[in-house]
């Protein structure tokens, strides 16, 4: 086995796995056959201990018929009336085999929106990770009977790598109706190359996905090379297989070489430095003694309540601040596990104390190092 792949796989725990219409259904509605077998897999990885977050297309081609409409409908009303139809009989149908193998899916409908505002970005992702706590399957489409234009994603390949971010997913696993990516259109040129690995989506692989479309989905090649691409940017490979094959995910996770491979271009932990370090902007301050300091910016530890003298302003938990010296000069930034009342009231205590004193404990750090990241580092010291 390519040992990149080897590598990947091997710290596989959580995927994203994004399917299109064109893999579960057909000119007729769902293809209830592929959508049981695709449930039934997933139920193994799960039973393999890996978490699965399926990002599933197929509402619009499930409900169209049921309006008579021939073809993709054209109108946004028409394709959020199929949706509304569709929607519930996806579901139904992934349910009906999750409920054989004993175990729980739940519907998770998103907008453009709910990623882009914090406070919903923070309610998806903890809704996300509590679900895959009690051991649920989230199934996630875009609340397409809803949006509007401006916050529709439009198309599901983008949102799995906007889940795969949100998730801090292993591996964005795309399940399309063809192989993978070749450097042309393998239906009307014959010459067109099958790309196992790609290092790198730049503007010349673009170029290499034109414009095809399917039928039935919403993207073509071009969608799953920006999903790619983002999910690369979060530190995320993508793999993109023939959702059609027989067995594909046992396939996949068992290390064989089917599909085309994207690495990312960064790893996560980087790329979660870098988006503390450029999107958020830090409300409160909390400041430290000289010893919390030197453990903080020295040898890089996690920001401890004991050595928190003071906080001052109002955050939630979840909000960025910064972190400064007792004089009140800011040295760090980090995402804050406590809100500023909390932290008043832990500072200067130890860890375990925390439960006595608030009554309850989200977790010791105050801000856990990899959720923070030294002012001094620039953003070219976090790539490096
Ligand atoms: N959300 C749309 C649906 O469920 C699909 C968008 C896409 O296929 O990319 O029908």
Redo the contacts with the bound molecule.
């Keep these: 086995m390519n040992t990149v792949r080897k590598d990947i796989l091997r710290q596989l725990k959580r995927v994203v796995i994004k399917v299109?219409?064109g893999v579960i259904s057909t000119a007729e509605g769902l293809d209830a056959v592929m959508v049981a077998q695709l449930a039934d897999d997933i139920c193994d990885l799960c039973e393999r201990g890996i978490e699965v977050v399926l990002v599933?297309?197929?509402?619009?081609?499930?409900g169209r018929n049921s309006l008579g409409i021939e073809g993709r409908p054209k109108t946004i009303p028409q394709?959020q009336a199929a949706?509304a139809i569709?929607?519930p009989r996806?579901m139904r149908a992934y349910k009906g085999v999750f409920e054989r193998r004993k175990r729980v899916a739940a519907q998770v409908l998103l907008t453009r929106d709910d990623l882009s505002n914090r406070r919903r970005y923070l309610n998806a992702h903890n809704t996300l990770e509590t679900l895959l706590e009690y051991g649920v399957t989230p199934i996630v489409?875009?609340n397409?009977t809803v949006v509007v234009e401006e916050i529709r994603f439009?198309?599901?390949?983008n949102?799995s790598a906007q889940v795969a971010s949100l998730m801090e997913a292993d591996l964005l696993l795309i399940l399309s109706d063809v192989d993978g990516f070749y450097d042309g259109d393998p239906s009307c040129d014959k010459d067109a190359k099958f790309l196992p690995l790609i290092e790198r989506v730049t503007p010349e692989v673009m170029a290499m996905a034109g414009s095809s479309r399917g039928t039935?989905?919403?993207?073509g090649m071009q969608?799953k090379l920006q999903a790619a691409q983002k999910a690369g940017l979060a530190g995320i490979p993508t793999l993109i297989v023939n959702g059609r094959a027989p067995g594909i995910l046992r396939r996949v996770v068992e290390g064989q070489e089917v599909g085309s491979l994207f690495l990312a271009s960064t790893s996560k932990l980087k790329a979660r430095k870098r988006w503390i370090a450029l999107s958020l902007q830090p409300g409160g301050k909390i400041l430290l003694d000289e010893g919390a300091v030197r453990a903080v910016v020295d040898s890089g530890k996690s920001l401890l309540p004991t050595g928190i003298v003071a906080v001052e302003g109002e955050f939630e938990r979840g909000d960025a601040v910064h972190i400064c010296d007792r004089n009140g000069a800011p040295f760090a930034i980090g995402v804050a596990n406590y809100n500023d009342v909390e932290l008043g009231q832990i500072k200067g205590h130890r860890c375990a104390e925390i439960e006595q004193i608030l009554g309850y404990q989200y977790r010791d750090e105050a801000v856990y190092r990899n959720d923070l990241v030294l002012i001094c580092d620039t953003v070219e010291e976090i790539d490096a």
Excluded: H, P
Aim: charged fraction near 20%; hydrophobic fraction near 30%.
């Design positions: 299109g219409s599933s297309s197929g509402a619009v081609a499930a394709k949706a569709g929607q996806i489409n875009e397409d439009g198309d599901n390949d949102l039935l989905g919403t993207g969608t």
